[in-house]
């Protein structure tokens, strides 16, 4: 005789189901928690990332910072606070520079050597003064080739001859500005480069 099938169950087994349903909590739990910690460390920190790095750079800074976050602990005293200094209120001008774009080289009074400079100057007034010189550039360079063979070697000697030299060319450059905009406005005259040959 042949056997009868064993009969199957249509029911599935409950036991699987609830497990599967736990570990998929926990797991969910875990990443939840690890969202919140990975919040609480990135936001946490008090201080910007340039205090930070201060602190990282200098030991003192840190323990600063931290006598700051502690200075109301204790017995509800506060500790006293860093004053900031006080700043004088003063107005800044901003200073502005051109240099002319060629070298200036020229004779010297009574000598067979020759002076070779690179001129700049300087304002703290507007743009506009700046134009002007730009504009008039080939009448200033002029001007003060005029006043570099006005001097000798034994003026030029030192950095006192060199002050007296760009003071000339400063009052030549200002001189010329005022005849033709009404205006001089130049400050100082530098010598980016200065060679005497």
Do not use: W
Request: proline letters at 7%; hydrophobic letters at 45%; zero cysteines.
């Amino acid at each position: 005789m042949a056997k009868e099938p064993a009969p199957v169950d249509a029911a599935p087994k409950k036991g699987g189901g609830v497990m599967r349903l736990i570990k998929l909590l926990l797991g969910s739990a875990v990443l939840v928690g690890a969202g919140f910690g990975g919040g609480y460390f990135y936001f946490a920190n008090p201080l910007s990332p340039a205090q930070d790095m201060l602190r990282l750079i200098d030991p003192k800074e840190e323990a600063a910072a931290e006598a700051d976050a502690h200075a109301t602990d204790g017995e509800g005293e506060a500790a006293p606070k860093k004053l900031p200094k006080p700043v004088p209120e003063q107005e800044l001008f901003v200073t502005s520079y051109y240099s002319f774009p060629d070298a200036l080289t020229s004779n010297l009074k009574d000598s067979r050597r020759f002076l070779q400079v690179q001129v700049g100057v300087s304002t703290q007034y507007d743009a506009q003064v700046i134009t002007n010189v730009t504009t008039h550039t080939p009448a200033l360079m002029s001007d003060m080739l005029a006043v570099i063979s006005t001097f000798t070697e034994e003026d030029l000697a030192g950095t006192e001859g060199r002050a007296k030299l760009a003071a000339a060319l400063q009052a030549a450059i200002n001189k010329r500005l005022e005849k033709v905009e009404g205006f001089g406005g130049i400050e100082d005259v530098f010598f980016p480069s200065f060679v005497l040959q």
